[in-house]
């Protein structure tokens, strides 16, 4: 930190072509983690030079994708005494997605414009849609240029036009994704990755403030000289390793596929890295609280878009989401979850509806099947399936311990999922005509009894009803006894 901006000393880089092993082998040859291994000595030497004494390691697609990670991880514990965090795909891509609004505030012009963001790093391609305000998609598919080419690789030798089979390919997979967003077509788009300086340097085109514009018709006829050309002739061409050239083309025909979704004449790439959002964590301690609240905002965001299009009942949501958080924090003391499970509170109470748009039979069954596979802005996989759990339960239904996919959650996570159920059942019961009832509700704890009490002059026994059916796992849970107590000004 030099007066208040983080200034780089040094950049150590060292290639190591892991994703090339993870992709083709599945899994990380004990010879490449040797390398490895050294290669973290020789930087540990140098932090030691430095007098450093915070170190964050992190790992993200080929560590990811391969199946011997967790032997990996364990090896560079033992051998270099270093703990390594396999960033999730949602974790990796909202961290540079966070720098890459950070960016675009910076630009004045820039601030409150629509745009479809995206990084395509080896093994992966994230996108999100930026409203101007907040993000209302987010998804993450597992194929970058690396994957791609190495997926896809061996075809090469049997076609002339291998060209076409990528394109094809690459179609099957973002052809099919539907972009909400309601102003039809995004107007700026924005893009990030390992390839991005090596295109724009091919183009012509030098950073400005940290930042390329590239025009998209450059871009276009770029990818039409190089379809066709063979890996050596684009070496050739444009001075690069046939290495680099095989990642060339994979790279560029994803940023053309991501152009149709824009009606921009330029892709803006700002210069930005995960270990820039990383250090920021790192070196500015209240950026960890703006990390979150813009996680939350643009989680929330995210999951009111998901769930219009399953046509849940926003008013209803809104309510037993203020009611829940209102249980939640007054519960503080007794569920010693963090800020970060009341995110996963809010989720729930927004999708817990989705089950519905498939069948009114099983609505529970199938918004858990929904809620888990869906990819909402900065959540992980196994939050999502918190969520999912949290989502599937009403007043007959509590987590079952005899359920087989249950049991299979880690104690953590199940204990986790009953204290969020226990709350999530009692703010929905208050609901439970989906009518907004009882507009505010106040909590008190007192001795060992919740203490609810609102006001309503309407009919509220269904609501009384559904809280009667919800206390007793409540007490279970958390050992305080609810009580009800609805005022009318009729009276």
Known sequence: MKKGEIVDLDILEYPLSLGHEVFTEGKIRFESLRELSRVL???????????VDQCKV????????????????????????????????????????????????????????NALISYIGAGTIGFSVYNGKHMVFSQNIPMGALKLHDMLGNIQELTEDFYTVVEEYLHSIIGHINIPFKKGTVSNLILTGNEIQLIAKICGVEPVDDCYTIPTAMLTDLFKRVRSMSQEKIGIEYGITEETAELLYSALAIYISLIDFTTSDYIISPKVELWDALMRLMLIPKSGDE????????????AQEIAKTYNCNQKHSDNIRKFACRIFDKMKGAHGLDHRKRL??????????????????????????????????????DEM???????????????????????????????IVSKLVAIFRLANALDKSQKQKLKDIKVKLENDKLLITAESNDNVYLEKWAFEQCAPFFKEVFGYN???TIKSSLI
């Open 41 to 51: 000595h020789g930087y540990s030497s140098i932090m030691d030079e430095y007098g």
């Open 58 to 113: 992190v790992a993200t697609t080929a560590f990811r994708d391969a199946k011997n990670r967790s032997y990996v991880v364990d090896q560079l514990k033992i051998q270099n005494d270093i703990t390594v965090q396999v960033l999730e795909d949602d974790q990796e891509k909202t961290l540079i997605y966070s720098e890459i609004l950070n960016f675009l505030n910076r630009i004045e012009n820039k601030k409150s414009e």
């Open 291 to 302: 990390y979150f609240e813009h996680v939350r905002a643009n989680a929330i965001s995210c």
């Open 344 to 381: 996963l509170l809010e989720l729930a109470a927004i999708l817990h509806d989705s089950g519905h748009y498939v069948t009114a039979k099983q609505h529970l069954l199938s918004a858990f099947d929904l809620i888990k596979d869906i990819d909402v802005y900065g959540m992980t996989d």
């Open 385 to 415: 399936l918190i969520t999912a759990y949290v989502s599937r339960y009403n007043e007959y239904d509590v987590p079952n311990y005899d359920d087989v996919e249950f049991i299979r959650t880690s104690d953590k996570n199940r204990l």
């Open 482 to 484: 609810p009580v009800l």
